[in-house]
């Protein structure tokens, strides 16, 4: 933050914007009671593991009746914001389609690159809301079922974790039949325990997840062709996965293969391959050496076959 404030920022995505923040520009502060004291509106990006830390620090320094935006992975963070909050914040749940690389520039500026495309969600019913995030390089539009949005959204982002375990970009890694068939496999586990327990994943942009394990498991030409309509991915993109390996950082797999787990033991479905790549994240932030580099026989093990 202060790097920010000091240099300022520069912002890039992949459809060619680059701006660049002239140095207090932009106010920063990591003080909570500053932050929050006049804000208005509160958009929480926190990993999922920091959600009741931050809930506590908005009901201690936010006046009453203050929106409070959930634009985080996994599908309890709302919910867990609320519970804090009770009636003392309108607690809105969103989503976010696009994942943001950070870097910095010569001269130390502090780069955020947007690394995929897609528009973000926030629950139907505050157009003020819409209309405010709705910027260019943010597209946002409302949805009427976030729950489903956030089962749909999970559902792709089990992918974040076999790419931190392979170490490559996004790109290279999906490019590689027997990643998308590891993928295909925690997505069918996803789907059935959903399926059980009576909940319908929303479709993100134009990737249906009921129809995501299908196109994960074609030849090579016919995914690349088929994935022509999906939203596009930079190709020094990796998931935010991988940077938390990278930067020795906790990740959020409780939060994504845990949840599916958790899912798939109430509704008595299997989860084999989620639980496998659950304990493969574990071991590889208790090594703190990265992104571990493995290949997807050292991740599919007996479990699914690459062939």
Excluded: C, Y
């Excluded at 929050?36 to 990006?45: F, G, I």
Aim: net charge positive; no cysteine.
């Amino acid at each position: 933050m202060h790097a920010i404030t000091v240099n300022g920022l520069r912002i890039t995505d992949r459809d060619g914007r680059d701006a660049t923040l002239a140095p207090g520009r932009i106010t920063t502060t990591t003080d909570p009671a500053t932050a929050l004291r006049d804000a208005t509106l509160v958009l929480v990006t926190v990993k999922s593991n920091a959600t009741p830390v931050m809930a506590h620090l908005i009901a201690r320094h936010t006046a009453p009746g203050e929106t409070v935006v959930s634009l985080q992975n996994g599908t309890s963070n709302a919910a867990t914001l609320q519970r804090i909050l009770g009636t003392t914040a309108r607690v809105v749940p969103g989503m976010v389609p696009f994942n943001i690389l950070q870097s910095r520039d010569a001269g130390d500026i502090p780069h955020m690159h947007r690394a995929t495309s897609g528009r973000i969600r926030v629950a139907a019913g505050m157009p003020s809301l819409v209309s405010t995030l709705d910027i260019p390089g943010m597209r946002t539009a409302a949805h009427r079922d976030m729950t489903a949005v956030a089962w749909g959204k999970l559902i792709l982002n089990l992918n974040n974790a076999l790419n931190a375990l392979s170490g490559l970009t996004l790109q290279q890694q999906l490019a590689d039949r027997r990643w998308r068939l590891i993928l295909a496999a925690q997505a069918d586990e996803a789907l059935a325990a959903l399926h059980a327990t009576g909940i319908k994943p929303a479709r993100i942009d134009r990737t249906s997840p009921n129809l995501m394990p299908f196109g994960l498991r074609l030849p090579n030409a016919l995914f690349k062709l088929a994935s022509a309509a999906a939203p596009a991915i930079d190709p020094q993109a990796r998931s935010s996965m991988w940077e938390d390996l990278d930067r020795r950082r906790p990740t959020e797999i409780a939060h994504l293969q845990g949840a599916i787990i958790d899912l798939a033991a109430k509704a008595g479905t299997h989860a084999a391959m989620n639980a496998r790549v659950h304990d493969l994240i574990r071991a590889a932030e208790a090594a703190r050496q990265g992104a571990p580099g493995l290949t997807p026989e050292d991740v599919a093990g007996n479990i699914v076959k690459l062939d």
